[in-house]
Each structure stands twice: as C-alpha cells, then as structure tokens.
C-alpha cells in the first residue's frame, strides 16, 4: 500500500467507475429477478394474509425475525471498521471502510422492512409511530419492541449520515475527474466541495463527532435488539447475557459478511494494492475474538442454565442440543466458534479461498444461531401441552432470498457507481505511511 | 476583497512545501486566501494556525434536545394512559432512559450534521468557480494567495521557491 502514490490511488479506485461489462449487469439482472420475487411474496401474503407463513401457536416468531436480526448484526461491523477503529486510529480499516459502511446502510435498509414484512397488515405500521391522531392512541415506551423502533431508525439515519458525510470529498475528487452529465451529477452530490481548509477543519471534527456517537449507538442497538427476547419472560431468552452476546454476534457476523464481499470486490477491481493481505489477515483476527467471545456466551447459556437449578432452563437447554433443532445448534456452533479458530493458523488466514468458505461459513452458522434462539424459545417454552415446532413455508424462503438478492444486488450498484474505497483515507494512510 | 488583487494558486506535491508556503506567506505583504488539499492535513492547519471549530456546540445542543425530547415524549405517551404493567410505575425512568439515549444521539447526530454544513458552508458551489484547480482534489496541494498588481513576480518567487507550481488567475473580481 505504502508504495502507490495519490495519483495513482485515485486512478486505482476512479477505474472502477468505467462502464461495466455484460456480465455484470448480468449479474445485476439475476439479483434482481430475486428481489422480484422476493417482492412477489410479499405481495402475496399482503393479499392472502400472514397464514401464508409458518409461523404458529407457540412458534409466533420465524423467519422474517430471524432475518431482521440477522440483517441487523450484518449491519454492525460497518460501524465497528468505520467508527470505533477510526476512534482507535487503526489504519487498517481504511481500505475496507467505506464497503463496510455501505453493507451497514444496505443491511440495516433490509432489516427495517422485516418487522413490517412480520406485522402482516403492513398498512397499519402508523400505529407504532408516536403522534397526536383521533384514535387518541399513544406507543408505550415500555415495551422493548418500541425501544427498537427508536433504536433501528436511528441506527439507520445516524449510519447514512456518516456514510454521506465520509463520501463527500471522495464525490468532490470524482466530480474533478469528470465531464459531462457524470459531472453534472458529482457536482450536485459533492455539495460543491474543494478540500479548503475551512472545510476541512470542520469535516475533522465532525466526522470525529460522528464516530464518537456511532460507537455507542452500535452497541445500544443490537443491545435493544437482544432485550427484545431477553425481556420477554421465555426460556432460553430471558438472560441478562443476551446484549453482550448479540453485541459480539452481531460483529462477528458483521465481519464474516466484510469478508463475503471484500474478497470478490479485491479480485474484481484489482484492489490487491488497496485491500492487501495484511487488512483480511486483520479482519480475520478480529473473527477468531469475536468468535471466541460468541463461544463463550454459548457455554455460559449452558452454565447458567444447569448452575440455576431452573428444571424449565435446564428442559431448554437440553432440548436446544439433543431436540428437534439440534441440527441448528451443531452449525451455530460448529460455524461461529469452531471453524473460525482455524484463523489462528497465518496460513490459513492468509489463503484467500480460505478466507473467503469461512466467511460463508460464519454467516451461515450466525443465521442458524438466530434460528435456534428465536425459534427454539418460543416452541419449547414453560408448558409441555404448548409445545410446537415451526418450519419455514416457501414465501417465506421467497422472502428470505429476496432480501439477499436485495442486499448483493445495491451493493453491486454501489461499488459500480461511487467510490467503494475511500481515497481520502487512503492518501491519509499513503502519507502517514 | 481588493479590486486590483491578483490572484496566484501555488500548486504543491507536500504537505511540508505547502505549509512552508504558508508561513512564508505570514511574513510576506501578500495574503493567504485559501488552501485546498486533499485530505485534512494537520501541517497545514497548523501552519494556518486556526481555532478549532465550533461544530461540537451544535452537536451539544442536538444531543440535550434529543435527550430531553425522548425522555419527556416518553413520560408523556405514559401519562395518556396511566396503564399500570407489572406493578412499574407509570413514569419508568430506567425504560425511558433508553429512550431518551437513542433520540440524544439522534439529534445530536442531527446537530453535528447541520454543524458541520452550516459551518463549513455546504453546499456552495462558488468556490468551484473562483480560483480552484481540480488537481487539489487529487495529488497536490494548493495555496491560493493574492496581491496587489505589480507583485505578481515576488509572489510567484515565493512559491516556486518551496518548490510549487504556478497557476495564475488573471481576472479580478
């Protein structure tokens, strides 16, 4: 990295704006057939109504709040690499910032329609929003499930703000290497910025204003998150462990997810100079403490649970690993903390193809973590006679893969139409290089 | 600004040549106008020797509007109702604090934004159009200074000394 001078930073990361290629609208075209149909269901079940889920009595909760969580916890490295590595000035994050922010404007964009794909009678989401009306009906601020209306918008204006805020003189360096309409446009969007010392002496503090104030609000968020579970009286949910464990979760996540996208990102654009192996290494790093922090709360669930003497806690505890959901439990732990060790080995996280299963793996093993908690607690609850099981119907996999098509396929838009690594930051660390 | 001022963008490769020029231009009869660079560099700010920005006060009072308005909303829905739920009062600080934690950052995220705006001008597109060089987007860092007509050469000399290149702006505003 130290060796590309600015000019050619620019031009590395201005290359990638070219007019695409056949294949990638290809690929565009193809994700976006899945957010077709993704959007189809959703159509479908807004007409037939929320039967068309598998969601039942006692199994109220399925997929869609799997994915709301799951999506939530992808959202939360961005803001680890853009804000709370930036507190801690480690350099190695700025290559991989900016695509990691965007992933957590995109994610938490996804998360956010789960609960209303979840309400069913979609059309009446205005009873949760807290203003004078004629029904004389106000939200109640007990309730954890209103924390985290607060909690996701918020997270969801704060992060698009700071994204807009760090893209601004990226817009301003392309708009300067543009003409025509291109220009007209990165003109408009830059808000006229020219790197004069008056902004940039308030752009410094006001990106440090923001990073100081994502840091919290990251952890507050998949914290409100957990205490959706963790204050309902169930069992396997209602733990004070719960914020920390979905905080790590979510990062761990989060970071695998960095991975999914950094890898293929680095070889399409020809980013090796940019996002080097020195940068995946460390993000690597970061799973194996994520994960181990994960595992621990895992076997601390255990601990509790038998330490308790709680017989309903101990019925959970047992089903969760020897029950109809077993197979769920073997992947959350097996992906999120076993596999992930495997980081410790410089050979194998400096493999790129390595690297790139074991992310896969991760987010596959995390989506199955939020399955075995939020499934597995509400259909083994206090009362055998009100057990159930629950399986997902075929619109909610429609659903499912419409929310990933949506997430690969605005991400794809992204890093074709703006900057996907931050040529500000990169010049800082060239320089300080 | 001076009718007859002539205006002299030195073009700069480092950050230690364009801060050099800076200070030699503190000690010299002409002004500094502006600089343009890349990203924030603190050998130029430094050189400039500028106060610190004043951002952080909109980004305070976003955060104490924020706080207070999610606390008391939160009173407020509840006291509609005066429903009692597992025997919590009807007024729960701990919840509410929750609440007013989230809009703190909120608005105070809302303040830091406008701040930032309101203060460093955004968006404005004059400064596109007087005296820029797209290149200080890129790799060089420029310092745009002006001088009365006449001393255009002893200008250009200060520049080209810290080793800068010249980009003269020949019409007057």
Redesign the interface.
């Known amino acids: 990295m130290s060796q590309l001078t600015y000019a050619q930073i620019d031009q590395a990361i201005i290359n990638t704006l070219t007019p695409p290629r056949k294949s990638y609208w290809l690929i565009v075209f193809l994700l976006f057939c899945g957010v077709f149909v993704g959007a189809a269901c959703w159509v479908y079940q807004i007409f037939i109504g929320i039967g068309v889920a598998g969601q039942n009595n006692p199994a109220a909760w399925g997929t869609y709040l799997i994915n709301f969580v799951f999506w939530v916890g992808i959202a939360h490295s961005g803001t680890l690499i853009s804000a709370i590595l930036h507190l801690f000035r480690a350099g190695w994050r700025n290559p991989i910032a900016r695509a990691a922010e965007t992933m957590t404007v995109i994610a938490v964009s996804i998360a956010g329609l789960f609960p209303f794909i979840h309400l069913g009678r979609v059309w009446q989401v205005y009873y949760m929003l807290p203003y004078p009306n004629q029904r004389m009906l106000w939200p109640n601020f007990l309730s954890p499930l209103v924390f985290d209306v607060v909690a996701i918008s918020t997270y969801l204006t704060v992060s698009s703000l700071f994204w807009y805020t760090g893209l601004l003189p990226d817009l301003a360096a392309v708009r300067d290497r543009s003409t025509g309409l291109r220009r007209k446009i990165f003109k408009a969007l830059s808000f006229g910025w020219t790197g004069a010392h008056e902004q940039w002496r308030h752009y410094g503090r006001g990106y440090l204003f923001f990073a100081a104030l994502a840091t919290p609000l990251v952890i507050s968020v998949h914290s409100v998150v957990s205490w959706d579970f963790a204050l309902g009286i169930v069992p396997g949910w209602h733990t004070t462990i719960f914020a920390p464990y979905f905080v790590a979760g979510a990062i761990h996540s989060g970071l695998a997810m960095v991975l999914t996208l950094m890898i293929p990102l680095r070889t399409m654009f020809k980013y090796e100079n940019i996002i080097t192996m020195e940068v995946l290494e460390n993000v690597a790093k970061t799973i194996v403490f994520t994960g181990l922090i994960v595992g621990f709360a895992y076997g601390t669930e255990y601990f509790i649970a038998w330490y308790s003497h709680n017989s309903i806690e101990i019925e959970q505890f047992r089903w969760r690993a020897l029950g109809d959901y077993r197979w769920g439990f073997y992947f959350m732990v097996l992906c999120n903390t076993l596999l992930p060790l495997l980081f410790v080995f410089k050979k194998v996280r400096t493999t790129i193809f390595a690297l790139f299963v074991i992310s896969l793996i991760v987010n596959f093993g995390m989506w199955w973590e939020r399955f075995v908690i939020i499934v597995g607690g509400v259909a083994h609850g206090f009362s055998p006679h009100a057990w159930g099981l629950y399986a997902p119907t075929i619109i909610e996999y429609g659903i499912m893969l419409g929310s990933f098509s949506l997430f690969f396929f605005l991400f794809l838009l992204f890093a074709k139409h703006l900057p996907s690594v931050s040529m500000t930051e990169m010049k800082e660390t060239a320089h300080h290089e | 600004m001076n009718s007859a001022e002539t205006h002299i963008l030195g073009l700069f490769k480092s950050?230690d040549q364009a801060a050099e020029s800076i200070r030699e231009l503190a000690k010299s009869p002409y002004s500094l106008k502006?600089?343009?660079?890349?990203?924030?560099?603190h050998k130029?700010?430094d050189a400039?020797k500028?106060k610190?920005?004043k951002?952080?006060l909109f980004?305070l009072v976003g955060g104490i509007t924020g706080f207070l308005s999610?606390f008391l909303?939160?009173i407020?829905?509840?006291t509609?109702?005066n429903?009692i739920?597992s025997g919590?009062p009807i007024i729960?600080l701990i919840?509410?604090f929750?609440?007013g934690?989230?809009?703190t950052?909120?608005f105070?995220?809302f303040g830091?934004?406008i701040?930032?705006?309101t203060?460093?001008?955004?968006?404005?597109?004059?400064?596109?159009d007087q005296y820029?060089d797209?290149?200080?987007?890129?790799?060089y860092f420029g310092v745009l200074a002006a001088c009365q007509a006449g001393q255009q050469d002893g200008l250009k000399q200060l520049f080209e000394k810290q080793g800068g290149e010249i980009k003269e702006f020949n019409e007057t505003i």
Do not use: D, H
């Open positions: 950050e502006r600089t343009n660079t890349p990203f924030p560099s130029i700010m400039l500028l610190p920005s951002v952080g980004t999610g909303l939160a407020f829905t509840a509609r109702w429903l739920v919590k729960s919840p509410f929750i609440v934690f989230e809009f950052i909120l105070a995220v830091n934004f701040g930032l705006l203060q460093a001008r955004l968006p404005s597109f004059k400064g596109l820029y797209p290149r200080c987007s890129g790799e």
